[in-house]
């Protein structure tokens, strides 16, 4: 894990981008190598350059959860999707960990979470956020790629 670990942000609110970016920023080894606000911006962005990692917001205009995590993970073999998600128990973290992201975080606590989901991707392993009280847990397939759960 000594070599700079490349990532790029999907989310169409920039703001929320820009404190992602800080937060990224503030963790050793992490370098964004950019934002993309749409889908036309993401795939650009990985055609001129894939990082290791894309957090993808799930409600990214132009692109729903499974087929954004199918096109990346297709076209760019190396590249992980780490999933940005309102609701853990949504139809689309479900679609999207079976159509193969690497994890998935939830945007109100992602300055708590994210180091530990990078952490874990980084490590080949699927990150999914600690429950709230009183919530079960979603039910997922298991994984249909290969790599470790």
Excluded at 81 to 100: K, N, T
Excluded at 125 to 149: E, F, H, M, W
């Amino acid at each position: 894990m000594d070599r700079p670990y490349y990532i790029l942000l999907a989310d169409n609110h920039a703001g929320f981008r820009r404190e992602v970016r800080k937060i990224l920023e503030e963790i050793p080894g992490v370098k964004v190598t950019g934002e993309a606000g749409n889908r036309g911006e993401l795939f650009e962005l990985l055609r001129q350059s894939p990082p290791k990692l894309v957090i993808l917001d799930i409600s990214l205009p132009g692109l729903r959860a499974r087929e954004g995590t199918q096109l990346i993970t297709l076209h760019y073999p190396e590249t992980k999707v780490l999933l940005m998600v309102l609701d853990q128990e949504s139809e689309y973290l479900l679609h999207g960990l079976a159509a193969g992201a690497a994890g998935v975080l939830r945007k109100q606590h992602v300055g708590g979470q994210i180091a530990r989901a990078i952490t874990a991707v980084r490590q080949g392993k699927i990150y999914v956020p600690p429950q709230a009280p009183n919530n079960d847990p979603p039910r997922l397939a298991p994984p249909t790629a290969t790599g470790s759960a």
